[in-house]
């Protein structure tokens, strides 16, 4: 054990003599290495080529030369018809005519008549018309038709119809019938009974109504 001591000790003592020669050894062939080197380059000979110069020709602008504008174009000819050159045309005044004479001059038009308008239909007026006598005095007046009593047919005929100014019965229209000659008979009633007019903000006017007239058997 004592000896191996001794050799690790001799060791440390050494290393950096041995550190040193190294370091001597590695710059001596860097040295060679260099001279080597130089001694290479000199006998290397280095030729340059000539460039070649481009000499580059000036391109010239273009002008652009403007065209004067095409001639107008002549106009076409039209053929006109030759104008026909009239006489001079003397007109002969009458000495003898009056300027300052009457005129005559033709009647004016007759004035056109007015239409008259026709007066309105109300249906629902201030004052309705009443029928003189009542219904009761219309029922009598209605004659019963043979037709109708002989098969039986009864029921009501409905009357429409306008009372003038005056009280009077115009255009009646039965709305709904039964036939065998009780319509004609109800219209007949109607157009002989009398109305009182109807008004409206106190005047007369004509009014629109419908009245039943009663068939019935005894």
């Not at 000979?45 to 580059?56: H, K, R, T």
């Not at 009593?149 to 019965?169: I, S, T």
């Amino acid at each position: 054990m004592a000896l191996r001591k001794t050799e690790e000790a001799d060791l440390r003592r050494r290393y950096p003599l041995f550190v040193e020669i190294g370091m001597v050894l590695t710059l001596a062939v860097l040295i060679v290495a260099f001279r080597l080197d130089m001694t290479a380059d000199d006998s290397f000979e280095v030729q340059l080529q000539e460039q070649e110069v481009v000499q580059m020709e000036e391109i010239q602008q273009t002008q652009q030369i403007e065209k004067p504008p095409p001639p107008p174009r002549p106009p076409v000819p039209v053929e006109v018809p030759n104008d026909e050159v009239l006489d001079d045309v003397e007109l002969e005044l009458d000495a003898s005519l009056d300027i300052d004479a009457a005129v005559d001059l033709p009647p004016p038009p007759p004035p056109q008549e007015e239409e008259e308008e026709e007066p309105e239909i109300f249906v629902i007026v201030e004052e309705m018309p009443e029928l003189i006598g009542g219904l009761a005095g219309l029922q009598k007046r209605i004659k019963y038709p043979e037709i109708a009593k002989k098969a039986g047919v009864e029921g009501r005929v409905y009357v429409q119809f306008v009372v003038d100014e005056q009280g009077n019965v115009h255009n009646p229209v039965v709305t709904r019938g039964i036939g065998a000659g009780c319509d004609e008979a109800a219209v007949k009633a109607i157009m002989d009974a009398k109305f009182t007019p109807g008004k409206q903000r106190g005047k007369p006017v004509k009014v629109k109504m419908s009245l039943p007239v009663t068939f019935k058997l005894k």
